[in-house]
């Protein structure tokens, strides 16, 4: 774990929308993170405290979670979901986009694609190596850790 300089981990998730989902799962995959050595930048904590009352307050949270995006050194994106939520996937496309180290997260045990090979749409995955992306996979908050995978190994710098 790279304590010194941690790299900072841009969280891509929808769970900023409850409530209940803050206080929950989204603070279960926080401490989960920061536990391996990430700068979580959790964009509900980060950029939504702008008035809605103002105006234009849509675009400048929007601006503000691009610019996030574009400086993290990776993005974590939780892909739940059928689809998963759209401003996740924009913001995991600018990821690709931009040649960040892409980590996938999904619990949802449902299957929402037509690739045999692939559990969600096949996009989602062109960010991810063609070989060996399950590495960058994760399907539960124990596997976040595993030294095996990408996350651990990008974290701590192998």
Same mark, same amino acid.
């Given at each position: ?39 979580? !930048? ?111 190994? !990008?974290?701590?710098?192998?």
């Amino acid at each position: 774990m790279n304590t010194t300089n941690p790299k900072t981990l841009y969280l891509a998730n929808p769970y900023g929308f409850s409530a209940q989902q803050r206080r929950g799962p989204l603070q279960e995959l926080v401490s989960a993170l920061e536990s391996m050595g990430a700068e979580v !930048w959790e964009p509900f904590a980060r950029n939504n405290q702008i008035d809605r009352s103002s105006p234009n307050w849509a675009y400048r949270i929007g601006q503000a979670d691009l610019r996030d995006v574009r400086e993290a050194d990776g993005l974590f994106a939780v892909v739940n979901g059928c689809p998963p939520d759209e401003g996740v996937m924009v913001e995991l496309g600018m990821a690709i986009a931009w040649n960040k180290p892409v980590f996938l997260f999904r619990d949802d045990f449902r299957r929402c694609t037509d690739s045999e090979g692939y559990p969600i749409n096949l996009m989602v995955f062109t960010g991810l190596p063609e070989n060996g992306w399950e590495s960058s996979w994760y399907t539960s908050m124990e596997e976040l850790a595993d030294p095996d995978k990408a996350l651990a190994q !990008w974290l701590s710098g192998r």
